[in-house]
């Protein structure tokens, strides 16, 4: 099937790119591309040529999937050299997004019009990359580097009105964009043949190179683990000082050395899976959700507030419930004072502010449910408490009401035993806080409805979150797979490390924060409780917890935080405590590397997860990784922890865990049949086919 139509409107021919679902430049349809310029630019009677597009992009880039495998002609920088060196003018029509290699097809064209919805940007940068195809070249050209680098060293697209505005586009048009580029190639014809404009400096002036390069300073300084950071600003000074073609060698150079780094590799791969966790196995892609035009959230504290805040700050109305008048007071005071802090940061106008607020309706008793949605519990963390609330929830929810409970552990069916309509009773488990963070676990107990699930999705992500459906087990999955982390931590503070050395470690890897000073953040009190509620008991943890050091909120916890200090510091008594617990459980306290640590932390945690994806509480290893990405900073360019597994090699965890297993006599650290499975065909969990939540 051919992926460009070709029409005529007199002496303009029309080439309209049709590849869905989103115009990727994949290798048919560059071969189609390239034969219609051909074809049409060596046809007499053919004066320009307009570059058009059906569905919701223009273009949206190189076809991503391709990376990584074998490349087959023709290469995108030859038929960009095509349309540029084409002798009749040759105009984009953008519609809906230009990115990437779509934003580079456009530069290479002599005109370009944007429709007034339409979105510019080059957004390889996430992606590990840079722009290959002549983005570095073309748009410094056209707009300056001043202005272009910026766009590329944060990938964010522009509008078309700020596409206009930098002169990245011609024209922007409200009314037909076909019409709009076919008069503009007329012009243009009438104006004679163009010129090749990539030989010329454009507005490569001195001046704009000072600027550049005081960007590309302070971006050099910033860069941080990512090498395209750097490789950008050497494409982009490569304008200045290379010949355009020389420059666009350069670039290309990059461009492939990047595409081969792992992190780029990584970053494709959270590309794919972010996509991916739409698609929730057995459930029809047809499954409409319910509307949901008000929420009712049950409980103001930290949580319910935050969750509150989410739907005020989509435009969704929403009831916010309390037992008692003096709870909802604070619950709402806190709720304005985060919206304040907002406002004195300049995030947020005072206008916004007030809207938001008025969305939120305080309320007292559980009646208050009755017109909503969806009603969101947050209430305490106790089955009792749950179940109570959901009984009387099933005498006051209107019909079809989707019933959620925020549970970061619970079993949600237990909680839905308590109604008699358990098809819209589910988990909606947001983390902390719930106004900032993306990650929204959906549990799907047995026995709710298809579009309730649906539902929860689609309000996730109108909420702006990440939705992730997954099965009902202690934990779910984020949680259960980070309290393996947490033993872990528990394990090497007692054989030897320090909490400076577990949290240096985990630093630097790329997580923002370590376990120790998480916890410290959390609140220690937080897991003590849970432990002492199971019966378990943590030697360090729950010592750290008896002398009364919960974290920063009491000044100390595993670190020392004087005068309420953000960032602990090293605590003497910590680790004499620490010492002494080793001592009484008669270990001889050794030393180790970065990399062991590491490995003792993550390992745990790749075996949770294959377990996980075993009973099916996980459908994917994708949806795992976007679980961690999303919700507890795994750094994206590390892939996930299942990614990650899969690039160390499935065999050196199974040996490591083995090990682990032996010496500790840990039974948890034994690897999971899935993982022992995989590792011995020699396989990783990118090979796995998706399995039901
Ligand atoms: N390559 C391959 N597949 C792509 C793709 C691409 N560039 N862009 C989107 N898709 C696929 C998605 O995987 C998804 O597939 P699925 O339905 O099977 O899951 C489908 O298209 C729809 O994508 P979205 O769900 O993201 O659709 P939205 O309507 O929400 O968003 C979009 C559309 C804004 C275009 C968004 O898809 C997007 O941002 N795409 C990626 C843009 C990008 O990064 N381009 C740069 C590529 S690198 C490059 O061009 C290098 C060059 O310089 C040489």
Redesign the pocket.
């Known amino acids: 099937m051919e992926t460009v139509r070709l029409a005529r409107l007199g002496e303009i021919a029309i080439a309209t790119i049709d590849n869905p679902?989103?115009n990727?430049?994949g290798q048919a349809l560059r071969a189609d591309l390239a034969r219609v310029i051909t074809d049409a630019g060596s046809d007499p009677s053919v004066a320009a040529i307009v570059i058009a597009a059906a569905g919701?992009?223009f273009i949206?880039?190189?076809?991503?999937?391709e990376f990584g495998k074998p490349p087959v002609a023709p290469f995108?920088p030859d038929v960009l050299d095509a349309i540029e060196t084409c002798t009749k003018p040759v105009v984009a029509a953008i519609q809906g997004?230009a990115?990437?290699?779509?934003l580079?097809v456009a530069l290479a064209c002599h005109g370009r019009v944007a429709s007034a919805s339409a979105m510019l940007g080059?957004?390889?940068i996430?992606?590990g990359?840079i722009?290959?195809?002549g983005?570095t070249q073309r748009l410094p050209r056209l707009i300056g580097a001043a202005k272009a680098f910026p766009m590329m060293l944060s990938g964010e697209p522009v509008s078309a009105g700020k596409a206009l505005e930098l002169g990245l586009v011609d024209e922007v048009t409200g009314g037909d964009i076909v019409a709009a580029a076919v008069a503009l190639a007329q012009t243009l014809v009438a104006g004679g043949a163009p010129e090749d404009g990539s030989d010329g400096p454009g507005r490569l002036t001195a001046a704009d190179r000072e600027a550049f390069e005081a960007l590309a300073t302070e971006a050099a300084n910033k860069s941080g683990d990512m090498p395209n950071a750097m490789a950008l600003i050497e494409a982009v000074r490569a304008a200045f000082t290379l010949p355009f073609t020389e420059g666009l060698a350069t670039e290309r150079a990059l461009?492939m050395t990047l595409l081969a780094d792992p992190r780029s590799k990584a970053l494709r791969h959270v590309?794919?899976a972010e996509?991916?966790i739409?698609r929730v196995p057995g459930i029809d892609g047809a499954v409409k959700p319910r509307p949901i035009a008000k929420a009712a959230v049950i409980g103001a504290g930290t949580m319910g507030g935050g969750i509150a805040m989410c739907f005020a700050n989509a435009g969704i109305p929403v009831t916010l419930i309390e037992q008692e008048q003096a709870q909802i007071d604070n619950g709402m005071n806190r709720v304005a004072a985060i919206y304040e802090m907002s406002v004195t940061r300049g995030s947020l106008t005072p206008q916004k502010r007030n809207e938001r607020l008025a969305l939120i309706t305080p309320a007292v008793g559980l009646g208050a449910a009755a017109d909503a949605d969806i009603v969101i519990e947050a209430a305490f963390e106790e089955m009792g408490v749950k179940q109570q609330i959901f009984g009387a929830l099933d005498g006051i929810a209107k019909p079809g009401a989707l019933l959620a409970s925020n549970t970061s552990y619970l079993d949600v069916p237990t909680i839905a035993a308590a109604t008699k309509r358990p098809q819209d009773v589910l988990g909606m488990h947001f983390f902390s806080p719930a106004n900032v963070m993306k990650l929204l676990e959906i549990v799907r107990p047995d026995g709710v409805a298809d579009d309730a699930i649906v539902t929860a999705m689609a309000l996730g992500r109108k909420l702006g979150k990440v939705p992730v459906v997954v099965g009902n087990g202690f934990g779910f999955v984020g949680n259960r797979m980070l309290e393996a982390r947490t033993r872990a931590t528990e394990r090497l503070l007692v054989a030897g490390a320090l909490p400076h050395e577990v949290d240096a470690a985990l630093t630097g890897f790329g997580f923002k924060m370590g376990p120790c000073a998480m916890a410290d953040l959390a609140g220690n009190d937080i897991g003590w409780r849970s432990r002492k509620a199971r019966g378990q008991s943590a030697a360090v943890a729950d010592a750290i917890c008896e002398a009364g050091w919960f974290g920063q909120k009491t000044g100390r916890g595993y670190f020392l935080y004087p005068d309420g200090a953000r960032t602990g510091q090293r605590d003497p008594e910590v680790e004499a405590l620490i010492a002494r617990v080793s001592q009484e459980k008669g270990v001889t306290r050794r030393s180790f590397s970065a990399d062991e640590i590491l490995s003792r932390l993550l390992d745990p945690m790749v075996n949770e997860g294959a377990r996980i994806l075993e009973e099916g509480i996980a459908a994917r290893p994708g949806d795992i990784d976007v679980i961690w990405l999303n919700g507890y900073n795994w750094p994206a360019w590390r892939g996930g922890p299942m990614h990650w597994a899969d690039t160390i090699g499935l065999g050196a965890i199974v040996a490591r865990l083995e090990a682990q297993a032996a010496e500790t006599g840990d039974k948890a650290l034994e690897p999971a049949p899935l993982l022992r499975r995989l590792a011995a065909k020699g396989k990783g969990f990118a090979d796995l086919k998706a399995t039901t939540a």
């Open positions: 679902p989103v990727a430049l919701r992009a949206a880039g190189a076809d991503i999937s995108l997004a990115l990437g290699g779509g580079e080059l957004p390889e996430k992606l990359l722009p290959g195809a983005g461009f590309f794919f996509r991916e739409a």
